[in-house]
C-alpha cells in the first residue's frame, strides 16, 4: 500500500505546484519516507526515458507542416483572410438582406399606392339623361376632354370595366361606347 | 535539487516561447516556425492518441494551430504557451468526439478502437522498440487516464490547469495519472520491460 503523503503531494511535487512551504515539507518528508523517495525517483526516471517528446510525441506529414505554415506564419495576414472575413461577410449579407427587404416592400407599398391613385383618377360617372344601352358617356375626372389622353382613359376604363365587370355593374357603371 | 533545476528550466522555457509568440504576432515568420517546429509533435502525439487516426489528427493540428492564432489575444501570459495549446488541442478533440457522435464510445469503448485504428508503422515497429512498447501501453489505458497522462507528460500542462480543462476536481485528475502510472508499469512488465534502468 503507497504511502498517504505521496498520493497527496507526491505528483504536485514533482510538477512543482505545492508552494514552497508544502513543498519544504514533503521534501523533508522524503528525508524519512523511503517508499515516497523511491516513488519519486522512479517517476523522475520515467519521465526522462520513456516519457519523452521522442517516445510519445509524433511526426505530422510535411504536406500538413507546409499548409499549417503557410497559413499560419503570417498573423497580419490571417487576420484578414480568416479572422475578419467571416465579419465581413456577416455584415454584408446582414445589409444586403435589409435592403433586398426594403425595395421589396418599398415596390409594393408604391404599387398599391399608384393602384389606388388610378382607382381614384378614373372616375366613371353615369350621364342621367342617356337611358339608352351604348348611349352612356364616361369621363375622367380632372381631364379635358379634348385631351389626347381621353382615349387611353376610356380604354382604360374599359380594361377596369371589363375586369370588374359585375361590381361595377351593380355600382351603376357600364361600358363605354368608343363610338 | 533536481526538481528546483526543472521549475528553472520551465520558466526559461516560457520566457522562450513568450518571445517567439510575439514575434509571431509581429508578422515574424521565425516566430511561428520557432514555436510550431518546437512543439508540433507532442500537440501531434497527444492527438494522435486521443483520436487513434493519423488523417483525423493531422486536420485537429490544423485546426488547433488556426484557434491559437485566431485567439491570441485570449492568451494568458502567466501561463505556458504549451499548456495554452494543449488546452486548445483538447477542446479540438473534444468538438471532434462530440461532431462524430462517438463520444459514448470515446469514453466507454476507446481502448478497443484506438487498437483496431492505430496506424501501422506504428504497430510494426511496436514489438521492436521502446517507443513502440511505451505507445501500447499507453493506447491500452482508459481514455480519461490517458488525457491525464499526456497532458501532463507531453504537454507538461500542471494538474491545476489539468483538472479545470478537463472540468473536474483537481483531487480525480490526480487519481487518474496516479492511476495511468500503474497501469503502463503493468503493461510494459507484461511486454518484458520491467521498471526503469
Known sequence: ?179 | MDSEKTYYMQQQQTNDDQQLFDLWLSGDTRGFSGLYDKYKNRVFGFLVRMTGDREIAEDLLQETFFAALRNADQFDRSRSFLSWLFGIAHKRTIDYFRHAKVETEHKQDAEAAIGSKIDAPDQQLSNQNLRGLINEAVETLDPLQREVFLLRELGGVPFKEIAKIMNCPINTALGRMRLALKNIRKELKKRGVDGVQ
Open chain 1, 1 to 179: 500500500m503507497g504511502c498517504s503523503k505521496w498520493e497527496d503531494l507526491g505528483l504536485l511535487y514533482s510538477s512543482n505546484e505545492l508552494d514552497e512551504q508544502e513543498a519544504k515539507s514533503f521534501k523533508d518528508h522524503m528525508g524519512n519516507c523511503e517508499e515516497c523517495r523511491c516513488e519519486y525517483e522512479t517517476y523522475r526516471k520515467e519521465q526522462s526515458s520513456f516519457f519523452t517528446p521522442e517516445i510519445l510525441g509524433e511526426m505530422p506529414s510535411e504536406k500538413i507542416d507546409a499548409e499549417i505554415k503557410r497559413v499560419c506564419s503570417n498573423p497580419k495576414k490571417q487576420y484578414t483572410s480568416i479572422g475578419l472575413l467571416p465579419v465581413f461577410k456577416k455584415t454584408f449579407f446582414s445589409v444586403s438582406f435589409f435592403v433586398l427587404g426594403f425595395i421589396v416592400v418599398g415596390y409594393f407599398t408604391l404599387n398599391i399606392e399608384n393602384a389606388d391613385k388610378n382607382r381614384q383618377s378614373i372616375v366613371l360617372e353615369k350621364t342621367p339623361d342617356s337611358s339608352s344601352p351604348g348611349s352612356v358617356e364616361t369621363m375622367a375626372e380632372g381631364l379635358n376632354v379634348a385631351d389626347s389622353l381621353k382615349f387611353d382613359t376610356l380604354n382604360d376604363s374599359n380594361l377596369y370595366y371589363s375586369k370588374n365587370r359585375g361590381n361595377l355593374q351593380i355600382k351603376g357603371v357600364y361600358p363605354v361606347d368608343l363610338k
